[in-house]
């Protein structure tokens, strides 16, 4: 579920094939409501066993949390402190598979933390294991670090798809990073993994799900999604749903309903008549920056420590950005999640803190973003202590109001409380599983070593990226826009060029890194539901603080023919990514339109 989830409604949109799917075929098996990577997962793991499943999104897909994460596939090394071993053994075994089955998006990321002290913390850290109180901050010396790293590589050691921790004294450290803060006495360095383009790699899992679907003789598959879909309530036919482009309401039965609307599955749950408690989200915040010196300070690699306050952040580049994050305060789920200038300055501050001599101001900032982790209630738990790891919650939909299902039976509600990027693919089968139980069906397929999307096939070393460029090179499509599109697709990027290639093509004035027969493509075949969907999800331009009133004009045009927009439909579209990019991400944008 999205956080900017206000759409814009012009009265010229064309019905999608999409909703027409469900529309068409209003019942399943499954009905799965919400589009963030949990419950895309899942949807892709039904579809494999031959379920007949739907799923759909009020926004667009990976809005929510899902798209505002740290960008970071990793174990979880400060969950040890929570006595988590479950998830993070879990988490280190996802993080390993994932390199393997997602090499187009998901990449080793050498990880260092700062170290002030030796002792520091090993008398309190007992007490925030067995309390979860935050307590007065008191920082991680490296004898705790030294002995969370050893306990990390233990849970890291199948198949040693990443080296082992290195600890460095102070100057050495300083050798492979001179600018960090000169009074750290040591620095530990080890591999975790970064995930660069979350957006695709969740689109790539659910068109990986809908591929499945199509082999059986249904109308429409046995797998549909829709986006700009939403649940606005239950009744005896089913769930009431919305196509939220066109207004049109419609009814859809299911024998299994699955909530993984994240941090909204509370008034997921209240909108379908049954209130629940199980949530209580922090939100946290990112800053990307624009900033030669601090990218050129990491040296390639993420800077990984306790703030003064105790909270664990970090700074790491992402191609030629660096992103600093992350907040964790507890949401007020009535308003928007939005970077605040508090939590600026927290990121401000907490850079001083490692690199005290690269200087950082607004000026750099391209872009910020904020979402609402999907965490359980917890209370007087400080928020970085509750648990990130995740169950889920049975019910059933009886008596009054019951909802009748296609096999006549109540309705079963599933809802998902918690989960984390890099566990998503366990927590689907795991999803997966006790659906399939509910059905009385068997699991057929193993997602475990699946290649996801354009990861199949993709180059296992950068000579064989540079190999695959030069095969697809030709008219129009010189080395850099073919490593831009298999950086952007993996190996679909064949797909998309088969496509370029098919017609006359030729690129954005605005931008090298899009043309007119790509933004068609994805109109054709990504679901593009608004304009803005293009800038912040489908491509990086948003995040690199690319986007200009040239290229919202340019994109808005050539998409109108394909999405259906007339004059007036394709100026409320370049208003709403201006508000959209202003509101919810800082960046201002003013467009040529009068």
């Avoid at 031959?50 to 596939?73: F, K």
């Avoid at 010396?141 to 030294?146: H, R």
Wanted: hydrophobic residues 40%; glycine residues 10%; neutral net charge.
């Amino acid at each position: 579920m999205g956080h900017n989830r206000h759409s814009v409604n012009p009265g010229a949109a064309q019905p999608r094939e999409s909703a027409a799917a469900l529309r068409n075929r209003p019942s399943a098996q499954v009905l799965i409501i919400g589009g963030g990577i949990n419950g895309v997962g899942t949807f892709r793991d039904l579809a494999l066993q031959g379920i007949d499943v739907a799923l759909v999104e009020r926004g667009d897909y990976c809005q929510g949390a899902s798209g505002a994460s740290s960008h970071m596939i990793h174990g979880g090394i400060r969950y040890l402190e929570n006595g988590e071993f479950r998830l993070v053994q879990e988490s280190v075994v996802e993080r390993n598979r994932l390199l393997r089955i997602a090499p187009h998006y998901v990449k080793p990321l050498q990880t260092t933390i700062p170290i002030f002290s030796t002792f520091s913390g090993i008398l309190s850290a007992p007490m925030r294991f067995l309390t979860h109180k935050q307590g007065k901050p008191k920082e991680r010396g490296a004898f705790l670090i030294k002995a969370g790293l050893t306990m990390y590589d233990f849970f890291s050691r199948d198949g040693g798809t990443v080296p082992r921790h290195q600890f460095r004294r102070r100057d050495k450290a300083l050798a492979e990073l001179p600018r960090l803060h000169p009074g750290i006495k040591y620095a530990a360095t080890y591999f975790d993994a970064s995930v660069h383009n979350p957006e695709r790699l969740t689109l790539d899992v659910l068109q990986d799900g809908e591929k499945a679907g199509r082999s059986g003789s249904l109308p429409g598959g046995s797998a549909r999604a829709s986006n700009y879909v939403s649940l606005v309530s239950m009744g005896p036919n089913g769930a009431r749903l919305r196509d939220e482009l066109t207004g049109e309401e419609f009814d859809f039965a299911a024998d299994v309903i699955v909530n993984t609307t994240g941090a909204w599955v509370d008034l997921t749950n209240q909108a379908m008549g049954s209130a629940s408690r199980f949530m209580g989200g922090t939100k946290g915040s990112h800053i990307v920056l624009d900033h030669p010196e601090l990218l050129a300070a990491c040296n390639g690699r993420e800077i990984f420590f306790e703030h003064t306050d105790g909270r664990i952040v970090l700074i790491y580049p992402m191609g030629d950005r660096v992103l600093v994050g992350t907040t964790d305060v507890d949401a007020d789920m009535a308003e928007d999640a939005v970077c605040t200038e508090a939590e600026i300055d927290y990121f401000f501050d907490l850079v001083g803190h490692v690199f005290p001599t690269v200087s950082v101001n607004r000026d750099h900032i391209v872009y910020t973003f904020s979402g609402v982790r999907p965490l359980p209630r917890h209370d007087a738990t400080q928020p970085g202590f509750v648990s990130r790891d995740y169950r889920i919650e049975r019910s059933v939909r009886t008596g009054e109001g019951a909802v009748a299902t296609p096999g006549g039976k109540a309705a079963v509600v599933l809802s998902l409380v918690g989960g984390k990027w890099t566990t998503f693919r366990a927590l689907a089968e795991h999803m997966t599983n006790d659906i399939l139980r509910e059905l009385g069906k068997e699991r057929k397929v193993s997602t475990a070593k699946l290649a996801i999307g354009g990861g199949a096939g993709f180059p296992a070393t950068p000579h064989g990226e540079q190999e695959w460029i030069k095969k697809h090179m030709g008219p129009g499509l010189d080395a850099d826009r073919v490593a831009g599109l298999l950086t952007r697709y993996g190996t679909r990027a064949g797909a998309v060029i088969e496509y370029l290639n098919a017609g006359t093509d030729s690129p954005l004035r605005s931008t090298r890194e899009l043309s007119v027969r790509e933004l068609q493509f994805m109109a054709a075949h990504e679901q593009v539901g608004h304009l803005v969907d293009v800038l912040i999800r489908r491509t990086s331009l948003a995040f690199r603080g690319l986007v200009t009133g040239e290229l919202l004009n340019e994109a808005a045009a050539v998409l109108a023919g394909p999405m259906g927009w007339d004059a007036a439909a394709t100026e409320a579209e370049i208003r709403h990514a201006e508000e959209v990019l202003k509101r919810f991400h800082k960046v201002e944008v003013h467009s040529l339109v009068a």
